[in-house]
């Protein structure tokens, strides 16, 4: 397919100034050329022109914290449970809502009986129209502190041979949950420090990145001085915490989305108080965890976890904003959903406008770098060069 974007304001994901009156022209799904409108010297008739006029163009957006197997809403956890065939059609439609949002890229950090990475193949295979999908298989937890369709280990050795199958299974990232299912009271936590860095060892060794789930402070504190690959939520993240991820060039994924929404759901459908008070917790603790990581130097990278609490599919903007209310620029919210996303998933043709990357990108009715929100006014969506949305 040969397309032309013409005459556009460009942010091209790099930490470049936007430019304005740019064109970019896809060939055969890649970005061939870039530059001043006025000085591309292609045939007009032989191209398909797609107006740029008072809008913005910026590369495909990266969800780097998913669980398509689960709608999210105010029952999340009782829909992973649901039969197998409803938790399959329902990851289709879910994941193709993803990319008409302008999410091009996804990982899947787990799904029950490896749903996530039948979705992936299917997704690559050009069977359904769905982001590029990452994906881990299942949750690898400890004995006793998750759910039950999770892959689940006692000692050192068995977690090293769960880590094993699930590579074998076709996972492309490992996925481990330090503390306990979300809503349960993970006061104790069954790891320490040394036997996740058994997983970390393990994997990779292997060449996998380990993303490791984290939402209380003992699981913080263990997650951050491991060498995970990516802390997941983290809400409970203290300064020392901070700094050793710092220096273990550790990313954090903080889903803030997951207690913006369980907010709404405690008044909308008038959840206990207990369920308010935890989500007021997290919200508390998530901020001062963001805040804290900007400073300390952190790599930030976007992931909702949609599907996985109460946010729903298809609203990266909301985690936009929520990380520029916590004093984020919009730009580096934006920088946290392309170019290091796609540093953290290991997709390095993608995650910014270059000439002879992969052509992901997002064309925008508003300019996202004066309102992030403008993240919802989506005018085109391209995958591969692929007019999607």
Not at 49 to 68: F, K, N, Q, S
Request: aromatic share 4%; glycine share 10%; hydrophobic share 45%.
């Amino acid at each position: 397919m040969h397309v032309l974007i013409d005459d556009v304001q460009l942010w091209d994901g790099t930490g470049s100034p936007a430019q304005a009156r740019m064109s970019v022209e896809i060939r055969d799904g890649l970005i061939h050329w870039i530059g001043p409108a006025s000085q591309w010297q292609g045939s007009r008739p032989t191209v398909q022109i797609v107006d740029g006029r008072a809008r913005t163009l910026i590369p495909g957006l990266m969800d780097c914290h998913v669980h398509y197997s689960s709608p999210g809403g105010p029952d999340w956890i009782a829909r992973f449970s649901d039969p197998l065939p409803e938790i399959s059609i329902r990851a289709i439609e879910l994941a193709e809502a993803s990319l008409r949002s302008g999410v091009t890229t996804a990982r899947d950090v787990g799904a029950p009986q490896g749903v996530s990475i039948k979705l992936a193949h299917m997704a690559r295979a050009g069977e359904i129209n769905a982001p590029n999908i990452r994906a881990a298989g299942t949750w690898i937890a400890h004995r006793g502190s998750y759910v039950s369709f999770a892959r689940h280990f006692g000692e050192a050795h068995e977690l090293r041979d769960a880590i094993r199958m699930e590579i074998e299974e076709g996972a492309e990232l490992i996925k481990v949950a330090l503390s306990g299912w979300n809503e349960g009271n993970a006061a104790e936590v069954p790891f320490n420090e040394k036997l996740l860095s058994v997983g970390v060892e393990e994997a990779q060794r292997a060449g996998f990145k380990i993303a490791c789930h984290a939402n209380d402070p003992a699981s913080c504190r263990i997650a951050a001085r491991a060498g995970v690959d990516s802390l997941e939520h983290g809400m409970f993240l203290e300064q020392g915490d901070l700094d050793a991820m710092a220096n273990n060039k550790t990313c954090l994924v903080p889903t803030m989305s997951v207690w913006d929404a369980m907010l709404y759901y405690a008044h909308a459908v008038d959840w206990p108080e207990a369920r308010k008070k935890r989500a007021e917790g997290l919200r508390q603790g998530s901020r001062l965890a963001v805040i804290g990581a900007v400073r300390a130097g952190v790599q930030i990278a976007l992931g909702t976890d949609a599907g996985g609490g109460a946010a729903r599919h298809g609203r990266i903007a909301r985690e936009a904003e929520l990380m520029v209310e916590c004093g984020l620029e919009p730009r580096d919210a934006l920088i946290a959903a392309t170019s290091s996303a796609s540093k953290l998933i290991g997709e390095d043709q993608r995650g910014t406008i270059e000439k002879g990357k992969i052509a992901d990108l997002v064309l925008l009715d508003a300019n996202p770098l004066e309102n992030v929100g403008a993240l919802r006014l989506i005018a085109a969506v391209f995958q591969g060069g692929r007019r999607v949305a």
